[in-house]
């Protein structure tokens, strides 16, 4: 009787992760290669485009799908972030005299273009919270580095759909 049991519960859990639609998937096929454009920064934060170019890198570089282009070769795709607004809002004031911002939001909005031999094949907006503390280990370049990753992986996470969709 165990013995059957053992049988039906592999049998389950293989049905389970071969059908399950979390993601689980065998990666095939060739990667395509990406050239990440300068990027283009309206906002008044300097820094913010460093990050962000860092992090978009970052993931191309260790994320299957997508491999960073060699310089001097020509890529499968271009990739240009143009990062059009961020502002930081408070969100709790301390009751102190006078009130204190203890938590800030930062919102950014960014508009990202994907080209093939200059041309357009898609192009997308994005807009992202992050929610921060405002306390005395506070550190601007943290909160845009960490701004850039989530915003990052929304952009490899959009570029992957649009790829498995066959629209590069």
């Known amino acids: 009787m165990g013995r059957y049991l053992a049988?039906?519960?592999v049998l389950l859990i293989s049905l389970l992760f071969f059908s399950a639609g979390c993601g689980y998937r065998f990666l095939g096929g060739e990667s395509r290669s990406v050239r990440i454009l300068p990027m283009e920064n309206a906002t008044s934060y300097p820094q913010f485009e460093i990050h962000m170019n860092s992090e978009l890198r970052r993931l191309l570089n260790e994320s299957p799908g997508f491999i960073?282009?060699?310089p001097g070769r020509?890529?499968?795709l271009e990739i240009m972030?143009?990062?059009k607004k961020a502002e930081r809002n408070p969100l709790f004031y301390s009751r102190g005299e006078p009130p204190e911002t203890v938590s800030s939001n930062l919102?950014?909005?960014v508009e990202v273009t994907a080209l093939r031999d200059g041309k357009t094949l898609l192009q997308e907006s994005f807009s992202e919270?992050?929610?921060f503390s405002v306390s005395v280990v506070y550190r601007e370049?943290?909160?845009l580095r960490s701004f850039s990753e989530k915003m990052a992986r929304r952009i490899y996470h959009w570029l992957?759909?649009?790829n498995e969709k066959g629209r590069f």
């Open 129 to 131: 919270n992050l929610a």
């Open 107 to 109: 919102k950014a909005d």
């Open 81 to 83: 972030v143009n990062i």
């Open 141 to 143: 370049e943290d909160v």
């Open 160 to 162: 992957t759909e649009q």
């Open 7 to 9: 049988i039906r519960l």
């Open 74 to 76: 020509k890529p499968d």
């Open 68 to 70: 960073l282009a060699e």
